[in-house]
Nanobody, 115 residues
Framework: QVQLVESGGGLVQPGGSLRLSCAAS????????MGWYRQAPGKQREFVAS???????NYEASVKGRFTISRDNAKNTVYLQMDSLKPEDTAVYYC?????????WGQGTQVTVSS
């Protein structure tokens, strides 16, 4: 049974930082592309960042230079370090695991950036 469990969300002031974690079980974690997506109220879910099995990373333009995705294959965990947070980063953040023939989603964690 595949599980992706996100944690680390919360309320932070503009300019602050948060680190999200996504712990995976039930998959051969090291073979999967791991990604972070977000969905703000009234908007579609959008790509934030991804990291391949070999460590290749990709970022959505608005978060490049502020967010850093990383993975620890020994812990089956992917992270998203979010710095210089802005109110427009407010959303539910979801973890996704993808391989050729399958994809899995976590349940999401709320990030609110507000003073």
């Amino acid at each position: 049974q595949v599980q992706l469990v996100e944690s680390g969300g919360g309320l932070v002031q503009p300019g602050g930082s948060l680190r999200l974690s996504c712990a995976a079980s039930g998959i051969r974690f090291g073979l999967y592309v791991m990604g972070w997506y977000r969905q703000a109220p009234g908007k579609q879910r959008e790509f934030v960042a991804s990291i391949g099995p070999g460590g290749t990373t990709n970022y959505e333009a608005s978060v490049k230079g502020r967010f850093t995705i990383s993975r620890d294959n020994a812990k089956n965990t992917v992270y998203l370090q979010m710095d210089s947070l802005k109110p427009e980063d407010t959303a539910v953040y979801y973890c996704k695991a993808t391989i050729n023939y399958a994809q899995y989603w976590g349940q999401g964690t709320q990030v609110t950036v507000s003073s």
